[in-house]
């Protein structure tokens, strides 16, 4: 995060909205929590508002935990949006395949970062690994990248010192004519190729994080 990032964060309001929305998960929690212990049994109907009550609130909570600090709390936004997406619509299609496509596009504003952050995941998972080794798969940005995510997972990246978040989309899709041997028909010098799934899209989550 930048100065500016920070700057425009960690404001008053943004702090009595994030203890608004802590109090309201805690007082959720309890709720919930008292009236199972204090039950001998709940039914599903019951139990699922009940929780829904409280996933809600642990979604604002991470909401106005982002708005404060830049990163996100305990719920992810994207799995809440996903939860609450109505897909009756698509109950009856004979789902066997689907293909999830991904983009996420970041300004590089350190490279020295970059590397370093690679370079530390990579001795994570080899830590013997040679000077010639390090520089082979992390000395550059590509393999930096990689070793951060085959580490901690791609969405860890947005986190890494050095790269800055710009936006992103995921696209739930049911492709049309699946061929299972699709991959060998992946050109890897063409950076589309292989990323452009026909068929009906199920759902899409735009994100723009920055500029």
């Not at 500016?4 to 404001?11: I, N």
């Not at 950076?191 to 989550?205: F, K, N, R, W």
Request: net charge negative; no cysteine.
């Amino acid at each position: 995060m930048t100065d500016d990032d920070a700057r425009e964060r960690w404001t008053q309001s943004a702090r009595d909205d994030f203890r608004a929305s802590r109090d309201a998960l805690l007082l959720a929690i309890l709720q919930e929590s008292d009236a199972i212990l204090a039950a001998s049994s709940m039914s599903e109907d019951v139990l699922e508002r009940s929780t829904d009550v409280v996933h809600g609130a642990a979604v604002r909570y991470s909401e106005s935990h982002y708005e404060l600090t830049g990163e996100y709390g305990i719920v992810s936004v994207w799995d809440a949006e996903i939860d609450e997406f109505d897909d009756d619509q698509n109950d009856d299609l004979p789902l066997e395949v689907i293909s999830i496509v991904m983009r996420s596009d970041y300004r590089i504003e350190s490279v020295e970062a970059v590397l370093a952050a690679g370079r530390s995941s990579w001795l994570k998972d080899y830590p013997h690994a040679s000077d010639d080794e390090l520089a082979s798969h992390v000395g550059h940005i590509g393999g930096s990248l990689y070793a951060v995510a085959h580490h901690d997972g791609w969405e860890k990246l947005e986190r890494v010192d050095g790269i800055r978040a710009l936006g992103g989309i995921v696209k739930v899709v049911s492709p049309t004519d699946y061929e299972p041997g699709w991959l060998d028909g992946v050109d890897w010098n063409v950076p589309a190729s292989g990323l452009d799934v026909l068929g009906e899209i199920l759902y899409s989550q735009p994100d723009r994080w920055g500029a």
